[in-house]
């Protein structure tokens, strides 16, 4: 591939950590359990360099966890963490701004945020005058959001 993405290197990386022997039953085993951040530039399985965003993903047959880039999430498992990753940029650099609908649903599932924080994000999630008390909780669910945010490298 011309964009340093090697979509074959990855099926053989995934393939080699999983129990199926096809790709297509090997792609049904591995799930996304959680993003970070590398405080230096990493190695994607598929051998692209360089990420900074990591996409911790766990086999739920082997159990064996790895991390990959998130246009390898994309491709391989169909999940849009590109998206995630904007959100989170959008709150870092303006905590008064609301993390994305599929964010939301990211860390509302991982228990980040819980049930009452994700409905209220969903109900003002594309309102830009808020309340004081509006705007104070949008930030307090940003705050959780950007804490949970795994940060490999800082000592």
């Given at each position: 591939m011309s964009d340093g993405y090697n979509f074959q290197q990855l099926k053989i990386e995934i393939l080699a950590r999983s129990r199926a022997t096809d790709w297509e039953t090997a792609k049904?085993?591995?799930?996304l359990?959680?993003?970070?951040?590398?405080?230096?530039?990493?190695?994607?399985?598929c051998g692209h360099f360089p990420i900074i965003e990591l996409c911790t993903i766990a086999n739920q047959v082997t159990g064996?966890?790895?991390?990959?880039?998130?246009?390898?999430v994309k491709r391989f498992l169909g999940f849009r963490s590109d998206l995630i990753f904007a959100s989170i940029k959008r709150i870092r650099t303006d905590p008064d701004?609301?993390?994305?609908?599929?964010?939301?649903?990211?860390?509302?599932?991982r228990g980040i945020i819980n049930a009452w924080e994700y409905k209220f994000q969903q109900s003002n999630h594309r309102k830009r005058?808020?309340?004081?008390?509006?705007?104070?909780?949008?930030?307090?669910?940003?705050?959780?959001v950007l804490a949970s945010i795994a940060r490999r490298g800082i000592v």
């Open positions: 049904a085993e591995w799930k359990v959680g993003i970070g951040e590398a405080e230096e530039c990493e190695t994607c399985l064996e966890t790895t991390d990959v880039g998130n246009v390898c701004k609301s993390i994305g609908a599929e964010a939301a649903v990211f860390f509302h599932e005058n808020l309340t004081a008390k509006q705007l104070a909780t949008r930030r307090k669910i940003n705050q959780k």
